[in-house]
Nanobody
Framework: QVQLAESGGGSVQAGGSLRLSCAAS????????MGWFRQAPGKEREGVARIYTGTGATYYAVSVKGRFTISQDNAKNTVYLQMNSLNTEDTAIYYC????????????????WGQGTQVTVSS
């Protein structure tokens, strides 16, 4: 059983930055996929970024590409999401997720989820 714990959410003004962390009980050093998803009020959960831990290959949603960076620290079993140039559309609960194998873009393919961390961006 993999346990995930997010941290780093909070409130920030538009144009600001936040870094989210996802501490995993295991998984990071193996060939698995770690992802960040978000869900805004009244909207469906959407993928933000994913990283394949075996190679470090990364994948981003179009809406965040160039602003967000996903990275991993194998020694700490932690995945990060650096979020720059935040705007009000980025306001959501952000979830860390993990799955065995390749980086599917579908949230339904991920077996393990954290509890979520709130990110609020004000104008």
């Amino acid at each position: 059983q993999v346990q995930l714990a997010e941290s780093g959410g909070g409130s920030v003004q538009a144009g600001g930055s936040l870094r989210l962390s996802c501490a995993a009980s295991t998984f990071i050093s193996s060939s698995n996929c770690m992802g960040w998803f978000r869900q805004a009020p009244g909207k469906e959960r959407e993928g933000v970024a994913r990283i394949y831990t075996g190679t470090g290959a990364t994948y981003y949603a179009v809406s965040v590409k160039g602003r967000f960076t996903i990275s991993q620290d194998n020694a700490k079993n932690t995945v990060y999401l650096q979020m720059n140039s935040l705007n009000t559309e980025d306001t959501a609960i952000y979830y860390c997720a993990a799955r065995s194998g390749y980086c599917s873009p579908q949230s339904s393919a991920f077996s393990y989820w954290g509890q979520g961390t709130q990110v609020t961006v004000s104008s």
